[in-house]
């Protein structure tokens, strides 16, 4: 297996609250609540391990409340590249409703200093040596410009790293520009982006070729509950993925992604990097957390999957 970086600026402990449903403006009890170090590289790491991938984590961490995180990464066995900034990493809120639908509160981060920036640079410089791609995943903290950000992956092109990259925003309009080896939006996110209509699979299909001519070799777009459409150049497929029991969408995309990376750096077949990276997305919404937690029920989730060849429509 490969050696993984995972970055992730904006890190965040996610406190995820399941209740029936939601009454605004009402008080709403909790059947649970829970408490997990993350964030969208975090996330990606967790599933990489499970796959047996060797992986570094690293990106910002508020140095007044890491304990959950110091543990998440010694229970993991992950490396840790974290640079350690002045105040707290935030909390997001992950309401949960039964019938599926998520509402998310996410709380800004902590103020990311220049000295700080400098010191993820020079660190990454020092361990990117040995790591096969690197996944920059999630929102940009405070004090971090999207010029930055745009030169932190090409920083990481230089260093011989394949990098992944999963934003939105202006930061996926700046990482586009670097020429990530990979993308992962949704349609929304890639609309914005690229300020065109990604409606259908033709609009997509001459989103992906403009990305192409910008160096973006994989283009992956996820549609949720209705699969993912994938592009490279002589691939373009799309999954279906099976009818689940959802208890939480939060994780579902990273999932996906951390599939996808496993198989390409595998070298596997088109159809069998697609398949078992939807499968994995699919685990993903039937459990609060993070991580292949069943490599049984995973087999035959993936048995579920349906793989086609795109046409336009």
């Given amino acids: 297996m490969a050696k993984i970086l995972t970055l992730t600026l904006n890190p965040a402990l996610d406190l995820t609250v399941r209740l029936a449903h939601l009454q605004p403006g009402a008080v709403n009890r909790s059947e649970t609540l ?39 990464i010694a229970r993991r066995g992950f490396a840790d590249a974290f640079i350690r900034v002045p105040g707290e990493t935030r909390s997001n809120i992950k309401i949960a409703e039964q019938d599926g639908r998520v509402t998310d509160i996410n709380a800004p981060g902590p103020q990311v200093s220049e000295q700080a920036q400098l010191a993820l640079l020079n660190q990454l410089t020092l361990i990117a ?44 309009r700046a990482g586009i520009k670097a020429g990530p080896w990979l993308i992962k939006p949704n349609t929304e996110e890639l609309a914005e ?15 992906a070729e403009r990305l192409h001519a910008q160096g973006v070799e994989h283009v992956v777009v996820s549609h949720g509950a209705e699969g993912v459409n994938w592009f490279s150049p002589g691939t373009a497929l799309h999954a279906t993925p099976p009818k689940v029991s959802v208890a939480s969408t939060v994780g579902a995309g990273d999932s996906l992604l951390a599939g996808m990376l496993h198989g390409l750096l ?25 991580g292949i937690s069943d490599d049984a029920q995973l087999a035959r989730l993936e048995s579920g999957v349906h793989v086609r060849t795109l046409t336009e429509q």
């Fill in 266 to 290: 595998r070298f596997d077949l088109p159809e069998t990097t697609l398949r078992r990276a939807t499968a994995i997305a699919a685990m993903a919404v039937t459990q609060i957390g993070f």
């Fill in 34 to 72: 829970l408490t997990h170090a993350a964030g969208k590289g975090v996330n990606v790491a967790q599933v990489l391990a499970d796959l047996g991938h060797e992986v570094t984590v690293g990106g910002f961490l508020g140095e007044d409340n890491p304990q959950a995180f110091d543990a998440l």
């Fill in 129 to 172: 040596p040995g790591h096969a791609a690197v996944v920059v995943a999630g929102s940009l903290p405070r004090g971090v410009s999207a010029q930055w950000f745009q030169s932190l992956l090409v920083h990481l092109k230089s260093l011989g790293l394949k990098v992944v990259l999963d934003t939105s925003g202006e930061a996926l």
């Fill in 193 to 207: 982006a690229l300020d065109c209509a990604t409606d259908s699979i033709a609009q997509q299909a001459q989103a």
